[in-house]
């Protein structure tokens, strides 16, 4: 079982300290008080896999890591429960059926739609290794032409811009709308743009507390960041995780379904765990590989 090594996200010198942790690994896995957190170079793709039959889902998880070699392996998106899904849950202590499932965002693995609806009004992830930068971020609904992508998301910062649950202008112009979409001419003073999935996580996550799944890139350091902080582990809001990305430099992140749903595996070993009803109806997973 491997040991995270300490290291608090967003201090001065972390870059350089990331790179001692990582000397002679293929990355690093960390610790920030409650959180755990690993960064690979972004060469390390990206794999949504999915649960297909009735078995719960840390089994699926397992069993995806041992086959596929995932060294890290997560939760994903948020999903609703369908008609069939509340019958199965309300009878019986065992998984849900998958078909009962319904991923809010498509699941896209090799161009192929493997799970999950359209999200269009939600934030992605995707991963295409011929292109550089190796993975995408954005508003909308997954794109399918990539070689895997989760829609559903939620914005923590997208293309430089930090989200939150208001609309902060730059010191000096006159401000537009305080929430919702601003128009294009007060648009190009948004220092920080709301969001109704960052608002309601907040909501939800009025004991910060809550548990949080996230992935962030840094373009220019051409690094990857898997941070997942388990439910009711410590005191770390949204809103601080978002301010120490920022502070290193991070100029993508989003987050995926959070509370008891956040998971994370290391090389097989689990780090936090899925509430039991979430282990019993979750049916989409991410491994990351290279």
Do not use: C
């Amino acid at each position: 079982m491997a040991t995270p090594m300490e290291l608090e996200l967003g201090i001065r010198g972390f870059w350089s300290q990331v790179a001692h942790h990582t000397k002679g690994k293929s990355y690093a896995f960390l610790k920030d008080g409650p959180l755990f957190y690993l960064v690979f170079d972004d060469s390390v793709k990206m794999e949504p896999f999915v649960r297909t039959s009735e078995i719960m889902f840390d089994a699926r998880a397992m069993e995806a890591t041992r086959t596929n070699g995932y060294l890290a392996t997560i939760n994903a998106q948020v999903y609703g429960i369908n008609t069939t899904g509340k019958i199965d849950y309300a009878v019986g202590s065992d998984p849900v059926t998958p078909k009962g499932i319904e991923p809010e965002g498509y699941t896209v693995l090799g161009k192929t739609v493997i799970a999950g609806r359209a999200a269009p009004l939600n934030f992605f992830i995707a991963n295409t290794q011929s292109k550089s930068p190796k993975y995408q971020f954005g508003f909308g609904s997954a794109p399918v032409n990539v070689d895997a992508a989760i829609g559903g998301a939620g914005p923590i910062i997208v293309n430089g811009l930090p989200y939150g649950v208001v609309n902060k202008y730059r010191k000096g112009t006159t401000p537009g709308k305080p929430v919702g979409k601003p128009s294009p001419e007060k648009a190009k003073n948004l220092i920080q743009r709301s969001n109704a999935t960052f608002t309601a996580f907040t909501k939800h996550a009025s004991s910060p507390r809550t548990g949080i799944t996230a992935i962030a890139h840094h373009s220019k350091e051409k690094k990857l960041a898997v941070l997942v902080l388990p439910d009711n582990s410590g005191d770390l809001p949204l809103t601080s995780l978002q301010a120490k990305l920022l502070n290193v430099g991070f100029d993508n992140a989003i987050f995926l379904d959070g509370s008891n749903s956040s998971m994370l595996m290391v090389e097989g070993a689990f780090y936090a765990r899925q509430g039991e009803s979430k282990n019993m109806t979750n049916v989409v997973g991410i491994g990351f590989k290279y």
